[in-house]
């Protein structure tokens, strides 16, 4: 079956606009993670989402913001871009809201300019 | 919250020697112990996990190892081989996954 696919792979912005991320996972998962990889910070934490609904959220500021929809999909905003935010963009779905079966995607690398 | 550390960053060995890549945590009440591969342009692929009752896994040539008192698991691989190569990621289940800092593994032909 399908995988976690991400779009788009790549994406260059210029500091002060936003962008929207977006994730369709595998079929039949209901939640949805996403997560931020940066050389310096690693892989951190951003929003799990599950039916249509924030479960959980990391430690990033209100720029970030995530909704998912009826049909799992999952999308996430970055408003008023900054250089830190030039990053690989993961996102991860699992069958329900909890630990097990974590399927990552390829990613959406973002470079802000 | 959560603190993982894993150990060490960078890895070299000879193909067909062992490599063991080692991850400590803080929160004792973590209960699955994930460990993923990711290989250049790819995203985290899962290769084994352990959950906090079963004390060591193995699928073929890799291992997990899990010590619920000390806090700390490992990873071992045997019989290296150049398709190794890659960045392995511990990571840890509290109330979402927290991830190590990585090991990049290389193994030489």
């Known amino acids: 079956k399908a995988g976690v696919t991400q779009t788009p792979r790549y994406l260059i912005k210029t500091r002060g606009q936003q962008v929207t991320l977006s994730c369709s996972p595998i079929s039949g998962h209901r939640s949805v993670s996403w997560y931020q990889q940066t050389p310096g910070q690693g892989l951190q934490f951003l929003f799990e989402?599950?039916?249509?609904?924030?479960?959980n959220k990391g430690n990033f500021p209100g720029r970030f913001s995530g909704r998912q929809f009826s049909n799992s999909r999952s999308e996430m905003n970055v408003s008023t871009l900054e250089l830190g935010d030039s990053a690989l963009y993961l996102c991860?779905?699992?069958?329900?809201?909890?630990?097990?079966?974590?399927?990552f995607g390829s990613g959406t690398r973002l470079t802000v300019v | 919250g959560e603190n993982v550390e894993q150990h060490p960053s960078t890895l070299s060995v000879q193909e067909g020697d062992s490599a063991v890549i080692k991850c400590t945590y803080s929160?004792?009440?973590?209960?699955?112990f994930p460990w993923y591969k990711q290989e250049l342009g790819k995203g985290p692929q899962l290769i084994i996990d352990i959950r906090s009752n079963v004390g060591e896994k193995k699928d073929q040539r890799i291992a997990v190892t899990l010590n619920k008192t000390a806090k700390h698991f490992s990873l071992h691989i045997t019989e290296t081989q150049p398709e190794d190569s890659a960045v392995y990621f511990c990571a840890v289940w509290g109330n979402k996954l927290t991830f190590g800092g990585g090991t990049r593994v290389l193994v030489k032909p």
């Open positions: 929160d004792s009440a973590s209960n699955y």
């Open positions: 989402y599950f039916s249509e609904t924030q479960r």
């Open positions: 991860a779905s699992s069958p329900s809201q909890g630990q097990y079966g974590y399927t």
